[in-house]
């Protein structure tokens, strides 16, 4: 919303001479009810942009964009200006209706780009309008309007317009990568964001928090290529920056540790993603608040990699003290705890997890029948391991109605090995 005082100097209903309408007083207080009824009295005598607009800015104000859209549909039927226009288009937005928010953006740049164009204030309009395009999945639209932005931005940088800034460079190739990585087109995304970082090396020091999060989705593009070791120099890099900024033990250290222990879990490189685990785990035992969401996690990340190293007394310990921590069963931790534990010939302390994973499951928490189908088969054969053939034959002739799995034959982690941040 734009500043209030800029939002009542649009309003023509006052002049020199003229006192001022019953509805503006209350509106710049934030009175929102009062300026609501007054509003709507106003509306009822006369239909004027400065009261439509005014209703339009309560209604957003209290957060009912669905009563603004058709308000300001009005006001551009009465006052079809840039700002009334690009209002209206994020509004539409919003609301998903995406093709009018199209259509009214692309009205605002036709204007907005007449006689003497200010390139510099074109260039938001551009970028709320390739979100749009993205949305509606027209990525060659979306592209080229990337491209026009970065144009834009140099040409007023080249001509020294008030207000250009070489560092926003950044934001305008940023844009672009983003769209590039929507499209899985990695490597055109990997080479934006690079020249992103580059600029904010530039900008602001190689220590500068922006550059961190600019190397977080460089190594995402990274690793989907297959390029392991540069997408773990680029998280290395964003680690060292967040250290010497927030310090050892915060949150957003301890996601960028577990980050780079998940792109090295997949990359089978188990032994080099422990140690990035066990911080994350250390860290999250140190940040306030004994109920923090990440903790289990933490735990279970590091027991997963455990298990795959065969370190299975730490593994199982690790599992044990993130099932403590959640409220309900989690059944995939419960299922990779029993897998450690039959790793260890421990058969009889398996057996009440697989249970309890089965009982969740049966309750209707776990809608995937692919992972039912799992432990039905693990469950049986342990079972039968057990000297208990009888229970054994009755996950079996469950199984078949439900069909034979395929199951991976080591504990899984809960997440994708590189979290898509946006």
Known sequence: MRPLLAILATFSALALAQAPAAWEEPLARHEWDKAELLLKTALANEETA?????LAVVYRATGRLDAADPVLERLVALDGSIPNLEDLARIKASLGILDRAESLYRRSLELRMNGNPDLLASIPIRVRLAQVLVSERKFPEAEQEGYTVIALRTRALASNVPGANQADLAGDNALLARIFQVQKKWKASADAWE???????????????????????????RFEMHMVDPAVEAVRRALVIRELSLGTVHADVAATTDHLGKILYYAKRYSEAEPYFQRTLDIDLKLPGSDNPELARAYDDLAVTEAMLEKYTESEAHYREALKLRDADDTLSLRNLALVLTAQKKNAEAQPLYSRALAVLDAGNNGDPEFLKVILSEYANLLRDLKRPMEAAKLDQRLKQVGKPTPPDKPTPKQAPVAAKQ
């Open 50 to 54: 400065p009261v439509l607009r005014g």
């Open 195 to 221: 020249t992103v970082a580059a600029i904010q090396s530039a900008a602001y020091g190689d220590e500068d928090l922006r550059l961190a999060d600019t190397l977080d989705r460089l190594s995402d593009c």
